[in-house]
């Protein structure tokens, strides 16, 4: 990693840093506990964007595949 690339995600950690700790302030909970709620939510956060761009490759699969035996009977009644 060059350096800019260390200085840009440190900098992103002390923002999220920051806004998690004032959210545990305005709900009145532990840092830790809003982290752990914050962590969580990236968990699941990231396996629906993964779920949701595979059903996107399947639908797209599906479609080729159906285009490609159109294209074979199509071809096959000649």
Known sequence: MYDDEIASINSEMRFITLELMKLAEKRKKSFKEV??????????????????????????TKALVQRSNARSRNFSNR
């Open 35 to 60: 982290v752990n709620e914050f962590i969580s939510n990236a968990f699941v956060l990231d396996k629906a964007i993964r779920e949701s761009s595979m059903r996107g490759v399947r639908r797209k």
